[in-house]
Structures are given as C-alpha cells and as structure tokens.
C-alpha cells in the first residue's frame, strides 16, 4: 500500500471532515461530534502561522491528517505540539506511522525543533504504543483532562526530545557560554 503525506489544502475539507466525524476519531481524540463540512474547509483555508497540516492520501482518497503546531515566543520557540487523526477503517494500517515519521522529519531537519509536545487519552494503548515507537516518552499524568461520554477521563503529557547530533556535541563549550556581558546582575540604587 502506498501512502502519500503532503501538505493539507482546503479542496480536502469533505475528506478531512469524514476523518473528524468518525466515531474512534470522536471517541480518541479531543474533537466534538456534528462538526460541520464547512467549519473544516473554513479551518484549512485560513491557517493560522506556525502550523502545518499534514494528510496522509491513500489512492487519492484522503484518510489521515496531522496538525503540528509551533511557537513563535523566544523561549519555547524549541518546541511544538501535535494532533493526530486517522480515520477509523484506516487505522492499524500504517498511516498513522507514515504521519508521524513525515511530522518529525519536518520538526527536526526543516524547523530546528528539539521537542514535541502531545497529550493522549491514557486509556488509548494503541495511540500511546505508536508514539513509544518513534521515541515519546510519558512525562506526567493529567488527572480528568478531557470529557468523554458524559465522564471525565485522564491523559497523558507526552514528549520527544531531540538528541543533540555529534557535531553540536563537539562544539567548543565556550560558544554554547553566554558572553560576560549578559551576565552581569543588576542592584537597585
């Protein structure tokens, strides 16, 4: 089966929306139920900047989409967070595999990130065993996170860290020192 990730276009709307309204979907994620056709076609004509939608097409037909969502403020420019939705009849098929190695590729080698950021049902073992796989670990417990079926349900706070590469290690340890200027403290008078 040949899955193919590009970037998402408002012409997917229908598409994406059959995603979005599918009951696993509904049931795993944090979306609402009778979203309409049009909020979904509104949300990919107009995104806002920093994020990048991903789809994954399988014989033109669109079953998967990714969101990964980045920071434009100084000190947490490093990171992003990420959604993920693969359609029911599709998952366990790879797509979900195809989207988070295209996703990383983009966050690591494209937009220099250095941590991606996801929160999932704790109670979905098949999402959080695809995320173990390309390296998220578990970094805390969010008690009654989200409301699911008339009940709050807890989550989990997940992360991958970017190793440093050999060449960042290898750097002279004065570069990754800040100059003397900048630190310097500062008294009232």
């Known amino acids: 089966m040949n899955i193919t990730i ?9 598409a994406l ?3 979005y309204t599918a009951p696993g979907v509904i049931y795993n994620t944090f979306q609402l139920p009778f979203r309409s056709v049009e909020s979904v076609r509104q949300y990919f004509a107009h995104p806002s900047e920093g994020d990048y ?3 994954a097409v399988v014989a033109d ?17 490093h990171k992003a967070y990420f959604g993920m939705m693969v359609r029911d009849d599709w998952q366990g098929k790879g797509v979900g595999s195809a989207l988070l190695q295209a996703m990383i ?14 929160t999932v049902y704790a109670d979905n073992q098949a999402a959080i065993a695809l995320y173990k ?4 670990a578990i970094e805390g417990l969010h008690s009654k996170y989200g409301f699911r079926n ?3 349900v807890d989550a989990y706070a997940m992360a991958r ?5 050999q060449s960042e290690l290898d750097e002279p340890q004065k570069k990754r020192e800040a100059p003397e200027s900048q630190n310097k403290s500062f008294t009232d008078n």
Do not use: Y
């Open 6 to 14: 590009r970037s998402a276009e408002p012409a997917d709307a229908e």
């Open 17 to 19: 929306w059959k995603c």
């Open 53 to 55: 939608h991903l789809v």
């Open 61 to 77: 037909e669109v079953v998967g989409s990714l969101g990964l969502h980045t920071n434009s403020r100084p000190r947490i420019k």
């Open 105 to 118: 590729e983009l966050a690591e080698q494209w937009l220099n990130l250095t941590r991606i950021e996801l």
């Open 133 to 136: 796989k390309f390296g998220f």
């Open 150 to 152: 008339g009940e709050f």
């Open 161 to 165: 860290i970017k190793e440093p590469t």
